[in-house]
């Protein structure tokens, strides 16, 4: 099965992005920054010619984190990584301040 991501992003409301926007249009390039999403299949395909599904989904709400929020997603990302499978996270995934 493979997993695609609809290219739309939530409506204003539901899209935290909007408070970030001057940071992520800034000439540098922001930092990585971590935020809770709310995920949900938009669609469920099937490719006749592979014979394989692929499912579409949306981001339905994105909030970005800081400070101590972004702290304890961070804890939450790396158990949930860690219960998935790996030891730790991968260095490029490593969003700490060098």
Known sequence: MTVNISGQVPGEQQNGLVDVEEELLHE?????MLAVVIIERAALRFNDLKQEWS???R???IEPLDGKQADVARG???????ERGGDSLPAELDLEDD
Not at 76 to 82: D, F, N, V
């Open 28 to 32: 540098r390039t922001p930092d990585p």
């Open 55 to 57: 499912a579409v989904i």
């Open 59 to 61: 981001f339905r709400h």
């Open 76 to 82: 939450l990302l790396e158990a949930a990584y860690q």
